[in-house]
Protein backbone atom coordinates (compact mmCIF):
# COMPACT_ATOMS: atom_id res chain seq x y z
CA UNK A 1 0.00 0.00 0.00
CA UNK A 2 1.80 2.96 -1.66
CA UNK A 3 1.24 6.25 0.82
CA UNK A 4 3.94 8.51 -0.69
CA UNK A 5 5.07 8.80 -4.16
CA UNK A 6 8.52 10.42 -4.97
CA UNK A 7 8.86 12.19 -8.76
CA UNK A 8 11.83 14.27 -10.03
CA UNK A 9 14.59 11.77 -10.50
CA UNK A 10 16.32 11.33 -13.46
CA UNK A 11 19.89 11.65 -14.88
CA UNK A 12 22.30 14.53 -14.65
CA UNK A 13 25.93 15.67 -14.80
CA UNK A 14 28.16 16.27 -12.29
CA UNK A 15 27.17 19.93 -10.72
CA UNK A 16 23.49 19.84 -11.91
CA UNK A 17 20.87 20.14 -10.12
CA UNK A 18 17.44 18.51 -9.65
CA UNK A 19 14.60 18.81 -7.19
CA UNK A 20 12.86 15.65 -5.90
CA UNK A 21 9.11 16.14 -4.98
CA UNK A 22 7.30 13.43 -2.18
CA UNK A 23 3.37 13.81 -2.71
CA UNK A 24 0.49 11.50 -1.02
CA UNK A 25 -3.12 11.59 -1.54
CA UNK A 26 -4.00 9.14 1.31
CA UNK A 27 -1.31 10.51 4.02
CA UNK A 28 -1.78 13.97 5.61
CA UNK A 29 1.79 15.45 6.41
CA UNK A 30 0.88 18.18 9.22
CA UNK A 31 1.81 16.65 12.21
CA UNK A 32 4.74 14.29 10.81
CA UNK A 33 8.09 14.81 10.69
CA UNK A 34 9.67 13.89 6.64
CA UNK A 35 12.78 12.79 5.66
CA UNK A 36 14.87 12.06 2.84
CA UNK A 37 16.63 8.93 2.85
CA UNK A 38 18.90 7.07 -0.21
CA UNK A 39 20.06 4.08 -1.03
CA UNK A 40 22.67 2.95 -3.22
CA UNK A 41 23.66 -0.29 -4.98
CA UNK A 42 25.42 -2.52 -2.07
CA UNK A 43 24.83 0.00 0.50
CA UNK A 44 22.22 0.50 3.50
CA UNK A 45 20.28 2.70 3.55
CA UNK A 46 21.41 6.41 4.85
CA UNK A 47 20.01 9.33 5.96
CA UNK A 48 20.46 12.91 4.11
CA UNK A 49 17.90 15.63 5.14
CA UNK A 50 14.93 15.95 7.77
CA UNK A 51 12.62 18.42 8.12
CA UNK A 52 10.30 18.95 11.31
CA UNK A 53 6.39 19.26 10.92
CA UNK A 54 5.11 22.45 12.77
CA UNK A 55 5.65 26.21 11.33
CA UNK A 56 6.16 27.70 8.26
CA UNK A 57 9.95 26.83 8.19
CA UNK A 58 10.79 23.83 9.86
CA UNK A 59 13.35 22.71 11.85
CA UNK A 60 16.05 21.39 9.13
CA UNK A 61 19.03 18.68 9.67
CA UNK A 62 20.79 17.24 6.91
CA UNK A 63 24.02 15.07 6.30
CA UNK A 64 27.28 16.06 6.67
CA UNK A 65 27.69 14.63 2.78
CA UNK A 66 24.63 16.99 1.59
CA UNK A 67 25.20 19.81 3.86
CA UNK A 68 25.29 23.29 1.80
CA UNK A 69 24.14 21.36 -1.34
CA UNK A 70 21.06 20.06 -0.29
CA UNK A 71 17.57 21.99 0.76
CA UNK A 72 14.62 20.26 2.28
CA UNK A 73 11.16 21.81 2.13
CA UNK A 74 7.67 21.41 2.36
CA UNK A 75 4.38 22.97 2.51
CA UNK A 76 2.01 21.74 4.34
CA UNK A 77 -1.02 23.21 2.37
CA UNK A 78 0.11 20.78 -0.36
CA UNK A 79 0.88 18.12 1.11
CA UNK A 80 4.12 18.10 -0.53
CA UNK A 81 7.74 17.39 0.35
CA UNK A 82 10.84 18.89 -1.44
CA UNK A 83 14.38 18.24 -2.28
CA UNK A 84 16.69 20.80 -3.81
CA UNK A 85 19.77 19.33 -4.93
CA UNK A 86 22.36 21.21 -6.08
CA UNK A 87 26.09 20.73 -7.26
CA UNK A 88 25.34 16.63 -7.17
CA UNK A 89 28.04 14.31 -7.48
CA UNK A 90 28.47 10.93 -9.03
CA UNK A 91 28.45 9.62 -4.99
CA UNK A 92 24.89 11.14 -4.61
CA UNK A 93 24.20 8.53 -7.68
CA UNK A 94 21.33 6.42 -5.40
CA UNK A 95 17.56 5.29 -4.83
CA UNK A 96 16.10 8.41 -3.24
CA UNK A 97 13.11 8.25 -0.81
CA UNK A 98 10.86 10.06 1.03
CA UNK A 99 9.45 8.72 4.33
CA UNK A 100 7.19 10.38 7.28
CA UNK A 101 7.56 9.66 10.72
CA UNK A 102 9.33 10.93 13.85
CA UNK A 103 12.71 13.67 13.61
CA UNK A 104 15.44 11.44 13.49
CA UNK A 105 18.17 10.16 11.17
CA UNK A 106 17.44 6.40 11.46
CA UNK A 107 14.84 4.87 8.95
CA UNK A 108 13.52 2.84 11.51
CA UNK A 109 11.86 6.40 12.92
CA UNK A 110 9.53 6.88 10.26
CA UNK A 111 7.01 4.99 9.76
CA UNK A 112 5.48 5.76 5.95
CA UNK A 113 7.92 5.03 2.87
CA UNK A 114 7.85 6.17 -0.73
CA UNK A 115 8.77 3.32 -3.28
CA UNK A 116 11.72 5.79 -4.43
CA UNK A 117 12.80 7.53 -7.42
CA UNK A 118 16.79 7.22 -8.91
CA UNK A 119 18.75 9.56 -9.08
CA UNK A 120 21.86 9.49 -11.43
CA UNK A 121 25.06 11.79 -11.39
CA UNK A 122 27.00 11.18 -14.25
CA UNK A 123 30.76 12.31 -14.18
Known amino acids: QVLLVESGGGLVQAGGSLRLSCAST????????MGWFRQAPGKEREFVAAITWSGSAGKTNYADSVKGRFTISRDNAKNTLYLQMNGLKPEDTAVYYCAAGAYGVAPSEYYYWGQGTQVTVSS
Open 26 to 33: RLTFNGYA
